[in-house]
């Protein structure tokens, strides 16, 4: 069943193009033992080289671009700013679930919700919650930022007025499934109080304009009061819903959150379906067969 989900977003134009997060559309910090990425991600973006964000397997490599780099950048910057307005327009319903894992990699607890997400003509983002069983996690726990995190950071966008928070460090033109893609590092430039952002690597379809993947993880993990707040790497993609906007269609993370009580194994995934403008449902794709190494594992 989940090969056959993420075979849908693994292909060209009208399906899954691969944005992503690791799959944790959790919320980025859990509770009394919170949530942690496997390592930590330096604030300064490091060269391609150094492997301080996974890459996503490619297809191959690609001429290098025929347009200046930071003309790339403005490039893409506009169009999320586009996006990010048009996304404002549509309903959509959002699953999300977490589990931790026992030593065999069985769940041994669960945060489920499954909710109708509404944007008012103002802007204003509006969640309607439809089903929530009593959650059973007791190693891990969520908090208000885990869902900010949940809402901003895991279906990241980089408009135009965020550009100067952001150090972008071009990468590679690549392949990936069908898509000719730029990569870039991402990272931000200083951390603010009270502030989060995302810290890895985005796939940028080299057509349209649009982050079509993200690979990375919200910053900063926060250590307060005795409280640790870590946020795991998540992984999200993004399908072509309408015209040339790319919209995220599902997120997942495998990690292992570093505690100092020690560590927590957690598996996530989030689902963003049933896009819809104005009362109009827009279809996704039929499953279509995905490259083996972009499928995650049952």
């Not at 989060?196 to 304009?209: A, I, S």
């Not at 640790?228 to 993004?238: A, I, S």
Request: avoid cysteine; aromatic fraction near 10%; hydrophobic fraction near 35%.
């Amino acid at each position: 069943m989940m090969d056959k989900l993420v075979d849908r977003f693994l292909k060209n134009r009208t399906r899954v193009t691969i944005f992503a997060l690791t799959a944790l559309t959790a919320l980025g910090a859990f509770g009394s033992s919170r949530l942690s990425a496997t390592q930590s991600i330096p604030v300064t973006v490091a060269p391609a080289q150094s492997g301080t964000a996974k890459s996503a397997p490619s297809n191959g490599a690609l001429d290098p671009p025929a347009l200046p780099i930071d003309q790339i950048i403005q490039k893409f910057a506009a169009r999320e700013q586009e996006f990010k307005i048009e996304r404002d327009n549509f309903t959509y319903t959002q699953t999300f679930v977490i589990q931790t894992l026992d030593a065999n990699g069985q769940p041994d607890g669960e945060y489920k919700q499954v909710s109708e997400i509404v944007f008012t003509p103002a802007g204003k983002r509006f969640e309607r919650v439809v089903n929530a069983p009593s959650p059973t996690l007791e190693r891990i726990s969520l908090d208000q930022q885990d869902l900010d995190d949940l809402e901003h950071v895991q279906p990241f966008v980089l408009t135009t007025t965020e550009l100067s928070k952001y150090d972008i460090k071009y990468v590679d033109h690549v392949r990936l499934d069908e898509l000719g893609t730029y990569v870039f590092e991402v990272g931000p430039k200083t951390i603010e109080k009270n502030q989060r952002y995302f810290q890895g690597r985005v796939w940028v379809d080299d057509k349209d304009f649009e982050i079509v993947k993200s690979d990375g993880k919200a910053v900063p993990d926060i250590h307060k009061r005795g409280e640790e707040h870590l946020y795991p790497r998540f992984e999200t993609f993004r399908e072509n819903i309408e015209g040339d906007y790319w919209f995220p269609t599902y997120t997942r993370s495998n990690d292992i959150l570093h505690f100092s009580s020690g560590d927590v194994p957690i598996r996530m995934t989030v689902r963003y379906e049933n896009y819809k403008r104005f009362g109009v449902t827009v279809k996704i794709g039929a499953p279509t067969k995905a490259n083996q190494d972009n499928t995650p594992s049952k």
